[in-house]
């Protein structure tokens, strides 16, 4: 919706600016033509929107997860079954990207054997799609 076109602008004006994720607000703000508007966070209504997500997802998967954690962050696809489908893993991948994008999602994507390695890989290896 329009909010989510605005927290998205102002996430690449951010960016480009040069307001990396995890740093102190105090040097953030320092990096922008204005200070950041800040929001409480919103646990409960980030995994609504996840469990959200799982919903639009499912033509990709039959099998989908959101991660079990205090912060829910993450969407867990069991594709081993599917691939065949789509042709390959990377395309899949892809097609999994370019869906979540078109919702108003940023993601990162790691294809792996086991769900430690893909989130591992996913939090710490792959680029953003």
Do not use: H, T
Not at 34 to 47: F, K, S, V, Y
Not at 107 to 113: P, Q, R, S
């Amino acid at each position: 919706g329009k909010r989510g076109r605005f927290v998205e602008n102002c996430c690449v004006r951010a960016s480009q600016a040069g307001v990396k994720v995890g740093m102190p607000i105090a040097e953030a703000a320092s990096l922008l033509d204005r200070p950041p508007a800040l929001q409480p966070a919103d646990p409960e209504g980030d995994l609504l929107a996840l469990k959200d997500l799982v919903e639009r997802l499912e033509r990709f998967s039959p099998k989908i997860s959101v991660e079990d954690d205090l912060v829910a962050e993450s969407l867990f696809l069991e594709i081993g079954g599917v691939v065949r489908i789509f042709g390959s893993e990377e395309r899949l991948a892809q097609e999994v990207a370019n869906a979540a994008k078109e919702l108003g999602y940023r993601v990162w994507i790691a294809v792996a054997d086991c769900v430690g390695a893909a989130w591992a890989a996913s939090r710490y290896l792959a680029q953003e799609n």
